[in-house]
């Protein structure tokens, strides 16, 4: 950025201020070496040149001698070369290789994932159906006669354990989790009949608290249209938080 009339006549360092991009010391001027050696001298890596503005530019860079006819050394010749768009280049290469690096430990985490809940889906499932199935058979009376309470409770076992086991096929459905969707299921639901069902599965944790639940629905909502899978499990959260 100097012109040749300002440039004239000053130390090299003063024309061609050369600072290291890493701790922004000077870097001492190739021509010195020059001049002093006669070899040709090349500037280390991340070397920046600091123009008249005080704007820095990464510059490769090298000084050679130039002699005269019998050899003598009659000044230096100094070449810069603007680095910025290398450098700019590099840096995104290096940004792709990073992201194609992420992108393969995404991959393998999803896959590890994907093989976990895999082989983790018969072994949720097998003694979740049988908790159901066999708390089916005592709640329908197949081994014996049961207690209004006793019907009850064990209704209350089979209710969330069926709950449970929707809930576990809906987080094994990779498909739908992959994809970020949850699909719904509306149907006529009888809104009453589904809250008590929550409210039974969660009066005994209540009741070890001291606290007691109560429900009340407004008629003109009791029959309605929902997925009955998740208003109970909406619930159950609100439930199990209060």
């Keep these: 950025g100097l012109a040749l009339a300002e440039a004239r006549g000053r130390p090299i360092v003063e024309v061609f201020e050369i600072r290291n991009e890493d701790t922004g010391q000077l870097v001492p001027s190739p021509v010195e070496r020059v001049l002093?050696?006669?070899i040709v001298v090349g500037l280390a890596n991340h070397t920046e040149l600091i123009s008249r503005e005080g704007v820095a530019r990464p510059i490769a860079d090298s000084g050679a001698p130039i002699?005269?006819?019998?050899?003598?050394?009659?000044?230096?010749?100094?070449?810069?070369?603007?680095?910025?768009?290398a450098r700019a280049a590099e840096e995104e290469r290096l940004r792709a290789v990073e992201l194609a690096a992420e992108n393969r430990r995404v991959q393998e985490a999803s896959r590890m994932k994907s093989e976990f809940l895999a082989n983790m889906s018969h072994e949720l499932r097998t003694p979740l159906n049988s908790i159901i199935g066999f708390g089916a058979l005592?709640?329908?009376?197949?081994?014996g006669p049961l207690t209004p309470d006793q019907k009850e409770f064990i209704g209350n076992i089979v209710t969330s354990g069926k709950h449970l086991l929707q809930l576990i096929n809906d987080v094994l459905d990779l498909s739908k989790v992959?994809?970020?969707?949850?699909?719904?299921?509306?149907?006529?639901?009888?809104l009453t009949r589904l809250v008590r069902e929550v409210v039974d599965i969660l009066r005994t944790s209540a009741a070890a608290r001291g606290l007691r639940v109560t429900m009340s629905i407004a008629p003109e909502v009791d029959d309605?249209?929902?997925?009955p899978a998740r208003l109970k499990q909406v619930l159950y959260?609100?439930?199990?938080?209060a």
């Design 36 to 38: 002093r050696e006669g």
């Design 67 to 85: 002699r005269g006819p019998n050899g003598t050394i009659h000044g230096a010749v100094l070449v810069f070369r603007d680095m910025t768009d």
């Design 138 to 143: 005592v709640h329908d009376g197949e081994v």
């Design 178 to 190: 992959e994809a970020g969707k949850m699909e719904f299921r509306p149907e006529p639901v009888v």
């Design 224 to 227: 309605i249209v929902l997925d």
């Design 237 to 241: 959260n609100y439930l199990s938080n």
